[in-house]
T-cell receptor, first 113, second 114 residues
C-alpha cells in the first residue's frame, strides 16, 4: 500500500530564499507524481505533474524532480515570495490504480517579508 | 479558464440526515472524482467515475455513499445517513483522459454534521 510522506511539516523562511520541499513514497511503481498548492480553506491547485518516465518538470520559479529508485520527489521554489505561503501537497498515482491519488500530509510554508 | 465548481460551499446537517453535494466538472472532461479532507488530516480519495459508472472506490466509500451524473453537467455525491465522522471538506475533481492526467479540483464543500 502506497504511503506518501512529506518533511518538514512546516517551514518558515525569509523572502527571497530558495527552498526545497521533500516528498517520499514507499512504492516506486508510480504512474505519476503531482505537486499541489492548498491555500487555507480553499481547494487544491495543481502546480506540476511528473510522469514516471520523466525526471523533472519546471514552471516559472518552480521545479519538481522525481527519483523513482529512491522513492523521492522534491519541489524547488526559487526566490520565494510572501505569496508563496501555502500548504504544498505531493500526491502519487500508481500503475494499478491511476485514478486514485495518494496524498502526503503536506508542508505548510510561510514566507516572511 | 475553465474551472470545477462546487455547491454549496458550506453545509450543516443533523446526524442521520441525507446530504447531496454538487459539482460541475470542467465541460470536456470525462473522469470525475470525489475526495475528502477531515480537518487536520490528509486528503483522501473516495471514488472515481467514468462513463457513467464507478471505476474505483476506496474503503471509505461504503454503502452510505453514492455518486451520480444526473445530467450532462452535474456530478453529485450523496451521503444517505450522515455520521459525525463525515464532517470534512469534500473536494470534487475532474480530468480529461484519466488518472494519468492532471486532476483539477473544485474549491470544496465544508460539511458539518451535528
Amino acid at each position: 500500500k502506497q504511503e506518501v510522506t512529506q518533511i518538514p511539516a512546516a517551514l518558515s523562511v525569509p523572502e527571497g530564499e530558495n527552498l526545497v520541499l521533500n516528498c517520499s513514497f514507499t512504492d516506486s511503481a508510480i504512474y505519476n507524481l503531482q505537486w499541489f498548492r492548498q491555500d487555507p480553506g480553499k481547494g487544491l491547485t495543481s502546480l506540476l505533474l511528473i510522469q514516471s518516465s520523466q525526471r523533472e518538470q519546471t514552471s516559472g520559479r518552480l521545479n519538481a524532480s522525481l527519483d523513482k529508485s529512491s522513492g523521492r520527489s522534491t519541489l524547488y521554489i526559487a526566490a520565494s515570495q510572501p505569496g508563496d505561503s501555502a500548504t504544498y501537497l505531493c500526491a502519487s498515482a500508481g500503475y494499478s490504480s491511476a485514478s486514485k491519488i495518494i496524498f502526503g500530509s503536506g508542508t505548510r510554508l510561510s514566507i516572511r517579508p | 479558464e475553465p474551472e470545477v465548481t462546487q455547491t454549496p460551499s458550506h453545509q450543516v446537517t443533523q446526524m442521520g440526515q441525507e446530504v447531496i453535494l454538487r459539482c460541475v466538472p470542467i465541460s470536456n472532461h470525462l473522469y470525475f472524482y470525489w475526495y475528502r479532507q477531515i480537518l487536520g488530516q490528509k486528503v483522501e480519495f473516495l471514488v472515481s467515475f467514468y462513463n457513467n459508472e464507478i471505476s474505483e472506490k476506496s474503503e471509505i466509500f461504503d454503502d452510505q455513499f453514492s455518486v451520480e451524473r444526473p445530467d450532462g453537467s452535474n456530478f453529485t455525491l450523496k451521503i444517505r445517513s450522515t455520521k459525525l465522522e463525515d464532517s470534512a471538506m469534500y473536494f470534487c475533481a475532474s480530468s480529461g483522459r484519466g488518472g494519468w492526467e492532471t486532476q483539477y479540483f473544485g474549491p470544496g464543500t465544508r460539511l458539518l454534521v451535528l
